[in-house]
T-cell receptor, first 111, second 111 residues
Framework: KNEVEQSPQNLTAQEGEFITINCSYSVGISALHWLQQHPGGGIVSLFMLSSGKKKHGRLIATINIQEKHSSLHITASHPRDSAVYICAVLDYGGSQGNLIFGKGTKLSVKP | DTGVSQDPRHKITKRGQNVTFRCDPISEHNRLYWYRQTLGQGPEFLTYFQNEAQLEKSRLLSDRFSAERPKGSFSTLEIQRTEQGDSAMYLC?????????FGQGTRLTVV
């Protein structure tokens, strides 16, 4: 079982729809990052969370430490939001230098 | 400090040639990570450094791959005798406590 699981793996939406991407993890963490990667591009950090909720423009990220779950929401989605969204956790354990990535969610927003 | 920088951004090489990539982390970040990402996949852990010490290596890092961080600042990743299967995006990240920053990656194409 992967330590960081994202769902869905792929998501297609119509412009304007509200989008939710989920991330569940099985390790104790000190922080969680939501990252965005456009096709052929590098990784951009959207949020870093250790508790609660953060909002930036149309993006909202929440985390529930007890349930080991985080969500990334996009309101009023737009084709330029099409990208891969990756969840990465900084854990207290000993593997991979304590920075573990999910496999990503590929989002495609159609006009 | 402008973030994690990687050089070059793109590299095309012939099969069998050696290539070297460089990563300059955020100043004073003690942890530095290398990841490989193939099309449609999330980043796969290769190795990480705490200061100049290489503390963990993935089994993905065959004997053709070597990474160094000689002074605990920048790092290099070398691939010897490149193969077509090495074609991928190579990502670098640096971290201090709960802050992790990601480079734009080096896209390697082996022809």
């Amino acid at each position: 079982k992967n330590e960081v699981e994202q769902s869905p793996q792929n998501l297609t939406a119509q412009e304007g729809e509200f989008i939710t991407i989920n991330c569940s993890y099985s390790v104790g963490i000190s922080a969680l990052h939501w990252l965005q990667q456009h096709p052929g591009g590098g990784i951009v950090s959207l949020f870093m969370l250790s508790s609660g909720k953060k909002k930036h423009g149309r993006l909202i990220a929440t985390i529930n430490i007890q349930e080991k779950h985080s969500s990334l929401h996009i309101t009023a989605s737009h084709p330029r939001d099409s990208a891969v969204y990756i969840c990465a956790v900084l854990d207290y354990g000993g593997s991979q230098g304590n920075l573990i990535f999910g496999k990503g969610t590929k989002l495609s927003v159609k006009p | 400090d402008t973030g994690v920088s990687q050089d070059p951004r793109h590299k095309i090489t012939k099969r069998g040639q050696n290539v070297t990539f460089r990563c300059d982390p955020i100043s004073e970040h003690n942890r530095l990570y290398w990841y490989r990402q193939t099309l449609g996949q999330g980043p796969e852990f290769l190795t990480y450094f705490q200061n100049e010490a290489q503390l963990e290596k993935s089994r993905l890092l065959s004997d053709r791959f070597s990474a160094e961080r000689p002074k605990g600042s920048f790092s290099t990743l070398e691939i010897q005798r490149t193969e077509q299967g090495d074609s991928a995006m190579y990502l670098c990240a640096s971290r201090q406590d709960t802050e992790a920053f990601f480079g734009q990656g080096t896209r390697l194409t082996v022809v």
